[in-house]
């Protein structure tokens, strides 16, 4: 019989990873040292447990499949908690294998180090965060086992957790027979695709939403193609950004409520049928509404679910659906609504003006209109709603959970999964946090674009609360720091420097390039100054109408 540790390999590589990202440690180490040897999947290390989390899951969400983080017992994987939690808060299939105590050691009676409380506080802690969980006790048992989770994962698009006891890496087990995936039942999904039909034709001004689970199921070209069938216009959430960035007929811009363009809030808003695809009814998606959407008028498809006003179809996977509704969908008698493709700023002028977000924007603009789009990796903070400015293309970004030192992990992860040159923006604040992963770009052959926002700030925490001094940051020098970790490193302070940097950072090959673009504090993007207008309007309707209203 085949070792338990390679029958969880092949499984992983059966069931759709791509990649392995981990840091070695005592109780995971005969694991690593078979993920070495057998190169079934391609084994990065990084510094840091939260940035391996953060690297598999920008895989994950690129590739659309699985992505495996490998840590070690107690000190390791709960480090790897917060990057756990925001996959789970933003529905991407992780998978996380923690080494563990082995079976004689669990039968010691000796307090095991790196043991918070008991041997099974670690699996009760990952019970929250993940949709399924197995401990890999018994060999004989760990193919059905195996198989278990890695279907929750693929089909909730979900992380999941896996613990393996170190004394057990070697033992015999059955090779894994992945489950056949749950599939709709088929006179439930005639129902509800007939159901959502008939609501669109009767619809007067019918729009489609699409967020991150499109991506998550592979689904996105069946979206565009039901659009185009139904002459539907396609409008992106926030956290959805990036959605469809090889299709642009379809999409007519992102809603951002009051922070977005006019034409786009109305689309949405003044809608009588919104179909929601695989969107998170999330503050970040919808804080800044200036009218809030009436969901019985709705068509909400998400986690499985089907929500047609107070009609309730469960077990409807979004895949399903989409082949349902185009199998039956005829063209629509309306002319599909046209709408000019958002306006980017783009142009810079390369002058001696001090920087802002938004001349970041516009440089990375023309950046892609001479060499072509670049996958981005976006950290939270100002960053993010800099790149609402930016042409659409693919991006990576926790907009949600909102977990700070994601970009420069995930950048990583994205030049994995694409085996493309990423772009990273990042604020110093998280660059603080996880920047030094940019060391390993030499190891790899990496050489992403990275450009920190630096206004020495918690910037977009000022923007709520300008008068605590704990927003300061010190002026770290990234560009630096950038030669001693294997890099190139620019500092730009004005518009002509800034555009000089991105061009030679882009002609830079074979090493990172970082750019760091200091700003004033108290400066913003753009869009930023209008999410934070619309969030204290939003706020202050809700004081005075009450939550009822």
């Given at each position: 019989?085949?070792?338990?540790?390679?029958?969880?390999?092949?499984?992983?590589?059966?069931?759709?990873?791509?990649?392995?990202?981990?840091?070695?440690?005592?109780?995971?180490?005969?694991?690593?040292?078979?993920?070495?040897?057998?190169?079934?999947?391609?084994?990065?290390?990084?510094?840091?447990?939260?940035?391996?989390?953060?690297?598999?899951?920008?895989?994950?969400?690129?590739?659309?499949?699985?992505?495996?983080?490998?840590?070690?017992?107690?000190?390791?994987?709960?480090?790897?908690?917060?990057?756990?939690?925001?996959?789970?808060?933003?529905?991407?299939?992780?998978?996380?294998?923690?080494?563990?105590?082995?079976?004689?050691?669990?039968?010691?009676?000796?307090?095991?180090?790196?043991?918070?409380?008991?041997?099974?506080?670690?699996?009760?802690?990952?019970?929250?965060?993940?949709?399924?969980?197995?401990?890999?006790?018994?060999?004989?048992?760990?193919?059905?086992?195996?198989?278990?989770?890695?279907?929750?994962?693929?089909?909730?698009?979900?992380?999941?957790?896996?613990?393996?006891?170190?004394?057990?890496?070697?033992?015999?087990?059955?090779?894994?027979?992945?489950?056949?995936?749950?599939?709709?039942?088929?006179?439930?999904?005639?129902?509800?695709?007939?159901?959502?039909?008939?609501?669109?034709?009767?619809?007067?001004?019918?729009?489609?939403?699409?967020?991150?689970?499109?991506?998550?199921?592979?689904?996105?070209?069946?979206?565009?193609?039901?659009?185009?069938?139904?002459?539907?216009?396609?409008?992106?959430?926030?956290?959805?950004?990036?959605?469809?960035?090889?299709?642009?007929?379809?999409?007519?811009?992102?809603?951002?409520?009051?922070?977005?363009?006019?034409?786009?809030?109305?689309?949405?808003?003044?809608?009588?049928?919104?179909?929601?695809?695989?969107?998170?009814?999330?503050?970040?998606?919808?804080?800044?509404?200036?009218?809030?959407?009436?969901?019985?008028?709705?068509?909400?498809?998400?986690?499985?679910?089907?929500?047609?006003?107070?009609?309730?179809?469960?077990?409807?996977?979004?895949?399903?659906?989409?082949?349902?509704?185009?199998?039956?969908?005829?063209?629509?008698?309306?002319?599909?609504?046209?709408?000019?493709?958002?306006?980017?700023?783009?142009?810079?002028?390369?002058?001696?003006?001090?920087?802002?977000?938004s001349d970041i924007a516009c440089a990375v603009n023309d950046l892609f209109a001479a060499h072509g789009p670049m996958p981005i990796?976006?950290?939270?903070?100002?960053?993010?709603?800099?790149?609402?400015?930016?042409?659409?293309?693919?991006?990576?970004?926790?907009?949600?959970?909102?977990?700070?030192?994601?970009?420069?992990?995930?950048?990583?992860?994205?030049?994995?999964?694409?085996?493309?040159?990423?772009?990273?923006?990042?604020?110093?604040?998280?660059?603080?946090?996880?920047?030094?992963?940019?060391?390993?770009?030499?190891?790899?052959?990496?050489?992403?674009?990275?450009?920190?926002?630096?206004?020495?700030?918690?910037?977009?925490?000022?923007?709520?609360?300008?008068?605590?001094?704990?927003?300061?940051?010190?002026?770290?020098?990234?560009?630096?720091?950038?030669?001693?970790?294997?890099?190139?490193?620019?500092?730009?302070?004005?518009?002509?420097?800034?555009?000089?940097?991105?061009?030679?950072?882009?002609?830079?090959?074979?090493?990172?390039?970082?750019?760091?673009?200091?700003?004033?504090?108290?400066?913003?993007?753009?869009?930023?100054?209008?999410?934070?207008?619309?969030?204290?309007?939003?706020?202050?309707?809700?004081?005075?109408?009450?939550?009822?209203?």
């Amino acid at each position: 019989m085949p070792a338990l540790g390679q029958v969880l390999l092949d499984a992983l590589k059966t069931h759709g990873a791509g990649e392995i990202f981990g840091i070695p440690g005592d109780f995971v180490l005969p694991f690593c040292r078979m993920i070495e040897d057998s190169a079934t999947l391609p084994f990065y290390t990084l510094s840091h447990e939260p940035a391996v989390g953060f690297a598999a899951d920008a895989a994950a969400r690129f590739h659309g499949g699985l992505s495996v983080a490998v840590v070690t017992w107690g000190a390791g994987a709960l480090n790897l908690v917060n990057a756990t939690a925001g996959a789970y808060a933003e529905r991407v299939p992780l998978v996380v294998i923690s080494g563990a105590p082995g079976l004689h050691e669990r039968a010691s009676g000796w307090q095991l180090h790196h043991m918070a409380r008991t041997l099974d506080t670690q699996m009760r802690i990952f019970t929250e965060i993940t949709c399924a969980q197995a401990n890999l006790l018994d060999p004989s048992a760990a193919a059905a086992e195996i198989a278990r989770v890695l279907r929750a994962a693929r089909e909730y698009s979900l992380p999941v957790y896996l613990e393996l006891p170190r004394d057990l890496v070697t033992a015999g087990a059955a090779s894994v027979t992945p489950l056949p995936p749950r599939r709709a039942d088929p006179e439930a999904l005639a129902e509800c695709a007939g159901e959502i039909l008939a609501r669109l034709a009767a619809a007067k001004q019918p729009v489609m939403l699409v967020d991150v689970e499109l991506r998550r199921y592979g689904v996105e070209r069946a979206a565009a193609a039901l659009a185009r069938r139904l002459g539907l216009p396609v409008v992106t959430t926030f956290m959805g950004r990036g959605l469809l960035s090889q299709g642009p007929d379809v999409i007519a811009g992102t809603y951002l409520g009051a922070a977005g363009q006019p034409a786009i809030t109305r689309l949405v808003e003044d809608s009588d049928t919104p179909l929601l695809l695989g969107v998170i009814l999330s503050d970040t998606n919808f804080a800044v509404s200036e009218r809030k959407i009436d969901m019985r008028r709705a068509i909400l498809a998400t986690n499985r679910e089907v929500r047609i006003g107070h009609h309730v179809y469960p077990d409807v996977p979004l895949a399903d659906l989409l082949d349902a509704l185009l199998a039956r969908a005829a063209p629509a008698q309306r002319a599909g609504q046209q709408f000019p493709p958002p306006r980017y700023a783009h142009g810079l002028a390369a002058d001696a003006a001090p920087l802002t977000p938004s001349d970041i924007a516009c440089a990375v603009n023309d950046l892609f209109a001479a060499h072509g789009p670049m996958p981005i990796a976006c950290d939270m903070g100002d960053c993010l709603f800099t790149a609402m400015e930016i042409a659409n293309s693919r991006l990576v970004a926790p907009g949600y959970y909102a977990g700070m030192g994601y970009g420069v992990p995930a950048g990583l992860g994205v030049a994995v999964a694409t085996g493309e040159r990423p772009l990273i923006l990042v604020g110093d604040g998280a660059f603080q946090m996880t920047g030094f992963e940019l060391g390993n770009c030499r190891r790899y052959g990496w050489d992403p674009i990275v450009i920190v926002f630096n206004n020495a700030s918690w910037e977009m925490l000022r923007v709520f609360q300008p008068e605590s001094r704990f927003n300061d940051l010190d002026d770290w020098g990234f560009a630096r720091l950038a030669e001693a970790l294997g890099g190139r490193g620019m500092r730009a302070t004005t518009r002509a420097e800034l555009a000089a940097a991105l061009a030679e950072a882009h002609a830079t090959r074979g090493r990172f390039c970082l750019v760091e673009a200091m700003l004033p504090r108290g400066t913003t993007s753009d869009t930023l100054a209008r999410f934070v207008a619309g969030f204290k309007a939003a706020r202050l309707r809700l004081a005075n109408d009450g939550p009822g209203q």
